[in-house]
């Protein structure tokens, strides 16, 4: 997910004394107010109340950890109005919840019964009725576990049980209310997958089981914490989870329909949200239509299929995607068709579909070949080599890209538009029409080989987290940077094409510009205008190099750089969100005028959007702005806080992430705003600097960096208000304490507690 949430529940109230018992046997009541069940160490069964309410409901919570976190309410649609519940086994061996006047409101309402009944709270949360002398592991007459809420336990089945049972996750109404919502979390045992959805309508589903996981689904994979498994055969087909820890781990599906991984911290005493689904706009069932393609980072979020063109242009382009796309070239089934093979995507749903797990890979093809209304097939089973086969019949919806973690699918095409690769037996297929709506030239990889000597060693300029960045020069003595993906990189096709489609238009002269691309086989390739002068961080932490930016050059980039990204902000055709501001990403042309480049993991908004919340937190520590590295909550005002740290590292020559300091442990940012309480500003001056600084600038950029760097977000000046700044006009607010200033151990132990509970949360650290 995304970044790590706080959740912050409604307290619940509880009313009892301190008795508790472990059973409830047919002699026993449970009343309330005056006894609990305990499980031992794990769950506590008794009355509550929700959130405010004052209703009372019979339910199971976990024990020894506070925030009312309720995982099972036993009466969830008739609630008890006063506090004459009592809990009970009837005649017949059921248990029952009856009020003060004889009415039963709940029961197991078991088709068999025990003799000698007694209940029982297991340590795994899971409520049981069994016979007193049968205590065989899972010989239950009744258990809550096959009859859930809101919460998925460990070791809970949900899914069509052997017994013929469907077992439902259901949302409650609100905070307040558990009586069930419009939303359900179910298992379609037709096609192996799981599904939401909002009042029986479908709103989500995760792709098939494909033996690993659901190619949908990235929350639902194998973790050091959770391993899940997936059963299905003639007579069931059921989800199932366990956890390899002692920490407390639990699925909850919330009032608004999203299914959330939630971890008790004890440190923190509450529970946080790690991973969430669906997680963003693309998990939106349908949301491209046919043939369209959703990926998240490119604006709009919904495209064509390479080589499928939408349907209704003008409804396209008022973003009305629901049309979907078509085939740029229509099949013909008589003179010949063929498979184009399309990588790492969510797997589509379709009117029909087939699955057979004994064929092999060839078998599925031929199958889907031989049929005219076969659209597309793959393996049902992608472990080892591959294995089974899903055949799709009718239009393809749903689809979704991915980076990585999708599956690999053969969709139907004319014979005309493959282009197959020679001496290969698995069909491979150039990219090179991957989106004619670039207008941005395409470059051959056999001339971008040529122009870098075959990407030799004594051309390569430096290592990024994109890949290799190599010097080159095209016939005529044009030199250009080539950037080249790497297979080890940390990004991928979605920041890629992010890249180029963030900056494919921008004019600005403090902008890097690129001249083209490359995507060719597994080759992913930019191509970019060349810096003779490298990276503005090979200048400032380098004790030799440093000595050749004195103040009125440092002045000269720190205005370059807020006029570029005053540009990206408010002036280019899209509000552009850089999201890695950082010193390594500011370029130096010959002239020492600074370029901003790496857009990879870019944002752009339209209209009046000026944030947005990920689910995926990119960036690097030390530049990262506290609400989007704690909350995933990114604006114009994220770069803002990036830019300030980079005015005072520019300043000062000192790294804020790392810094140190003989007399304090303060980071950069609490060092800068210690000088300045204290009227020492001009301190943060290195030697080398003294002679050509001009205090008035120093001591004005030092303001800007840290009204820039302050914690909230809505007291951080615009970048239009820097330029003026930066420019002298006007007098200058008083800033407030900077966002991470703190103790440099107290920051590496936040970030480290970040890292290690939040599995999607990509943190780039700089290696500077």
């Not at 026993?28 to 209703?55: A, K, Q, W, Y």
């Not at 009744?142 to 052997?162: C, D, I, Y």
């Not at 007579?235 to 699925?251: G, M, P, Q, V």
């Not at 242009?313 to 796309?325: L, N, P, V, Y």
Request: proline share 4%; glycine share 8%.
């Amino acid at each position: 997910m995304n970044s790590i949430t706080l959740l912050c529940f409604c307290f619940t109230s509880f009313f009892f004394t301190s008795l508790a018992v472990d059973t409830i046997s047919a002699n026993h009541t449970i009343g309330d107010g005056e006894t609990i069940v305990s499980s031992g160490e794990r769950f506590e069964l008794g009355f509550f109340s929700p959130g405010n309410s004052t209703r009372r409901y019979l339910g199971i919570w976990y024990n020894k950890i506070s925030k009312g976190k309720v995982v099972w309410v036993a009466n969830r649609e008739i609630p008890i109005t006063d506090k004459s519940g009592v809990l009970k086994f009837d005649e017949r061996g059921a248990l029952i919840l009856a009020i003060q006047n004889g009415s039963v409101i709940w029961s197991s309402n078991t088709s068999s019964h025990a003799q000698n009944p007694v209940a029982q709270l297991l340590d795994s949360g899971n409520l049981v009725v069994r016979n007193e002398n049968d205590r065989r592991t899972e010989n239950f007459v009744w258990q809550s576990f096959e009859h859930p809420g809101n919460t998925f336990l460990p070791g809970m089945k949900v899914g069509r049980l052997a017994s013929g049972l469907d077992v439902i996750i259901s949302s409650w109404k609100s905070n307040d209310d558990p009586s069930q919502g419009p939303y359900t979390f179910e298992i379609d045992g037709k096609g192996l997958e799981l599904v939401v959805r909002q009042n029986s309508v479908l709103k989500s589903r995760s792709g098939p089981w494909n033996g690993v996981g659901f190619s949908g689904l990235p929350l639902l994979k194998p973790d050091p914490f959770l391993s899940y498994a997936f059963v299905f055969n003639d007579k069931e087909a059921y989800l199932t989870y366990d956890i390899n820890s002692s920490i407390a781990l639990t699925l909850v599906f919330d009032q608004d329909g999203v299914l959330e991984r939630l971890a008790w911290i004890d440190r923190l005493n509450n529970w946080i949200v790690y991973s969430s689904a669906p997680g963003d706009n693309c998990d939106n069932y349908a949301l491209c239509g046919a043939y369209g393609r959703c990926t998240i980072g490119n604006s709009p979020a919904c495209g064509c299929l390479n080589r499928f063109l939408p349907k209704n242009q003008s409804e396209w382009a008022r973003a009305d995607w629901s049309s979907g796309c078509v085939r740029r070239t229509p099949l013909n089934c008589q003179n010949g068709d063929g498979f184009i093979k399309y990588y790492n995507i969510k797997l589509p749903d379709s009117k029909i579909r087939a699955m057979n797990k004994s064929m092999t890979t060839e078998e599925c093809r031929v199958k889907c070949l031989n049929n005219c209304s076969c659209m597309a097939y793959t393996n049902s089973d992608i472990r080892g080599n591959g294995s089974g086969c899903i055949l799709w019949f009718g239009d393809l919806v749903d689809i979704r890209q991915y980076t990585e973690d999708g599956q690999d699918l053969y969709i139907r095409m004319a014979s005309s538009e493959i282009e197959k690769k020679e001496n290969n037996t698995e069909e491979q297929w150039s990219m090179k029409s991957q989106d004619e709506s670039l207008d941005l030239p395409h470059f051959d990889l056999t001339a971008i080989a040529i122009a870098t000597s075959n990407f030799s060693f004594n051309n390569l300029l430096g290592q990024g987290g994109f890949g290799p960045v190599y010097k080159g020069a095209f016939k005529g003595g044009h030199d250009i940077a080539v950037k080249r993906l790497s297979k080890e990189s940390r990004q991928g096709l979605d920041e890629f094409m992010n890249e180029v489609k963030c900056i494919a238009k921008l004019q600005h002269r403090n902008l890097v510009k690129l001249l083209g691309y490359c995507i060719e086989h597994e080759e992913k390739i930019l191509i970019y205008e060349y810096m003779p002068n490298k990276s503005l961080d090979s200048y400032i932490f380098d004790q030799i190099r440093s000595k050749l930016l004195d103040w009125p050059k440092r002045f000269h980039i720190i205005n370059g750089v807020s006029r570029g990204l005053l540009y990206l902000h408010q002036d280019s055709r899209l509000r552009i969100i850089h999201r890695d501001l950082k010193l390594s990403n500011i370029l130096l042309d010959n002239d020492m005028n600074p370029k901003i480049s790496d857009f990879g993991m870019a944002r752009s908004f339209g209209g009046n959007e000026t944030e947005a919340i990920t689910r995926r937190v990119v960036g690097t520590y030390g530049y990262m702005s506290p609400e989007y590295a704690i909350d995933g909550l990114f604006s114009i005002k994220s770069d803002v806080f990036s830019f300030g740290v980079l005015v005072l590292e520019i300043v000062s020559g000192k790294r804020n992430w790392g810094f140190t300091h003989p007399k304090h442990e303060l980071n950069l940012l609490g060092h800068v705003w210690k000088l300045y309480k204290e009227g020492r500003s001009l301190e943060l001056i290195d030697e080398l600097k003294v002679e050509s600084c001009y205090v008035p600038e120093v001591l004005r950029s030092i303001h800007v960096g840290l009204l820039c760097v302050q914690h909230s977000p809505e007291h951080r000046p615009s970048m239009s208000t820097v330029v003026l700044m930066l420019e002298g006009n006007g007098l200058l607010p008083q800033p407030n304490e900077p966002g991470f200033f703190t103790e440099r151990k107290l920051i590496e132990e936040n970030m480290k507690d970040l890292s290690s509970t939040n599995e999607v949360t990509i943190t780039v650290l700089d290696g500077r």
